[in-house]
T-cell receptor, first 111, second 113 residues
Framework: GEDVEQSLFLSVREGDSSVINCTYTDSSSTYLYWYKQEPGAGLQLLTY?????DMKQDQRLTVLLNKKDKHLSLRIADTQTGDSAIYFCAEGTSGTYKYIFGTGTRLKVLA | DSGVTQTPKHLITATGQRVTLRCSPR?????VYWYQQSLDQGLQFLIQ???????AKGNILERFSAQQFPDLHSELNLSSLELGDSALYFCASSEGGRTDTQYFGPGTRLTVL
């Protein structure tokens, strides 16, 4: 079945780059998303990429997609303490009306 | 602020009871999605409505039901509550009926005692 996997934890120092990785199994995925969840809050859409793209950059965020390996990554440049949160990747397939979410990666930024 | 609102923010109830969670989508969005987030199950898709009609079902229990009203707000009804139903329940909305970008509400935290 469909599955999306992420590592559970990542710890980086303030000012360094963070790279959060995600692998998925559904080769028919059309869209891949990154959401951020701060403590006690809902999911905030950060960025998304269509499956026919390799890379997307949006300010400090860079999304890389390796469709052959079904691997998605989110790079956060100049990571700040305010970036500490849980990051979820999700995959969606056109016509299926639902997302499959990863388990979430808890990013801790050390001052 | 995503534009999706959910009420109540917190809900505490007892086993066997029934509760209703409410969601108002972003202005102009026709689709509403419900998700359950628990520690052991992660984020699970429950059900989706598009313009008042059920479009997709995920891991939704028979004790749970939902509907979307003509004004496009949605309600998730949870009945015969069990301790294991304690979780965060999120509503999301999107413009159309396909898997386009979903915007999430702040969630309702349900605690079943």
């Amino acid at each position: 079945g469909e599955d999306v996997e992420q590592s559970l934890f990542l710890s980086v120092r303030e000012g360094d780059s963070s790279v959060i990785n995600c692998t998925y199994t559904d080769s028919s995925s059309t869209y891949l998303y990154w959401y951020k969840q701060e403590p006690g809050a809902g999911l905030q859409l950060l960025t998304y990429i269509f499956s026919n793209m390799d890379m997307k950059q949006d300010q400090r965020l860079t999304v890389l997609l390796n469709k052959k390996d079904k691997h998605l990554s989110l790079r956060i440049a100049d990571t700040q303490t305010g970036d500490s949160a849980i990051y979820f990747c999700a995959e969606g397939t056109s016509g299926t009306y639902k997302y499959i979410f990863g388990t979430g990666t808890r990013l801790k930024v050390l001052a | 602020d995503s534009g999706v609102t959910q009420t109540p923010k917190h809900l505490i109830t007892a086993t066997g009871q029934r509760v209703t969670l409410r969601c108002s989508p972003r202005s102009g969005d026709l689709s509403v999605y419900w998700y359950q987030q628990s520690l052991d199950q992660g984020l699970q898709f429950l059900i989706q409505y598009y313009n008042g009609e059920e479009r997709a079902k995920g891991n939704i229990l028979e004790r749970f039901s939902a509907q979307q009203f003509p004004d496009l707000h949605s309600e998730l009804n949870l009945s015969s509550l069990e301790l294991g139903d304690s979780a965060l329940y999120f509503c999301a909305s999107s413009e159309g009926g396909r898997t386009d970008t979903q915007y999430f509400g702040p969630g309702t935290r349900l605690t079943v005692l």
